[in-house]
């Protein structure tokens, strides 16, 4: 009787890994649809073509694949959001940007966030990152200190810079907040958009309305604050005395 012939390393290694990446593919869409609590790891196995053991084998626990999931969802950000951010860092380490610079910039980090995170194909990544927002786990951590710390240091400071405000670093991060939830409100809130719009999904077409609207909002909002600071700038007294430390 004849051996069966042995698989090759490298193809062995090459099933390996999509087995994996077939497990963390299906990881994002149940994991954003229904939690880390509410995904269970035999659904998850179903829709990824896989044996349930497999799961215990490639991440040692469904809390291991979650973390997979956040690891493989932070590597697609920083391929798309950091070069926009660190070119922002990098116009305001100076701290001598013209204030037409400055705008242009706050433009196209508030469009560029926007496109993140409305198109349908990242539908499943903002559900999970909107979940760790209202319900935290260890996985927001990762989220802030690679990603969601370092733009909202960027809209926190472009605002800064741009309308002269001084009135502290808890105002400032507030007002950088008020921002970014006009831009996440899109995704949070997508139901009422699309049922007050008529629109049945946020197609290429529609993303590309959306982000014309939330570009010039987020250029309002700053020209407003500025002309504010130059008509009645706050006073000593009036500032914030919070010395809380910010992150």
């Not at 149940?30 to 053991?53: H, K, P, S, V, Y």
């Not at 077409?205 to 008509?231: N, S």
Request: hydrophobic residues 45%.
């Amino acid at each position: 009787m004849n051996a069966r012939p042995q698989a090759s390393p490298d193809l062995d290694a090459r099933r390996g890994e999509a087995a994996r990446q077939a497990l963390i593919d299906a990881g994002i869409e149940l994991f954003g649809r229904r939690g880390l609590e509410g995904a269970t790891t035999r659904d998850i196995a179903r829709a990824a073509g896989q044996n349930i053991a497999a799961i215990p084998y490639y991440f040692g626990s469904k809390d291991g694949l979650y973390l997979a999931v956040a690891a493989h969802l932070l590597d697609t950000i920083v391929q798309r959001a950091m070069p926009l951010i660190e070119q922002t860092e990098a116009l305001l380490a100076g701290g001598r940007a013209k204030p037409p610079a400055l705008l242009q910039a706050l433009r196209k980090l508030s469009g560029g966030l926007l496109m993140m995170f409305t198109r349908e194909e990242t539908l499943a990544m903002s559900r999970i990152i909107s979940r760790e927002q209202t319900d935290p786990t260890a996985v927001f951590d990762l989220f802030y200190e690679r990603a969601i710390s370092r733009a909202h240091r960027c809209l926190a400071g472009l605002l800064d810079q741009y309308t002269g405000i001084d009135s502290g670093p808890i105002d400032s991060v507030l007002r950088a907040h008020v921002l970014l939830g006009s831009i996440l409100g899109f995704r949070v809130a997508a139901a009422t958009v699309l049922r007050r719009t008529g629109w049945r999904s946020f197609g290429s077409a529609e993303v590309d309305q959306i982000e014309r609207v939330a570009c010039e909002h987020a250029e309002m909002y700053a020209r407003a604050l500025r002309r504010q600071a130059r008509k009645r700038p706050l006073t000593i007294a009036q500032r914030p005395t919070s010395k809380a430390r910010l992150r």
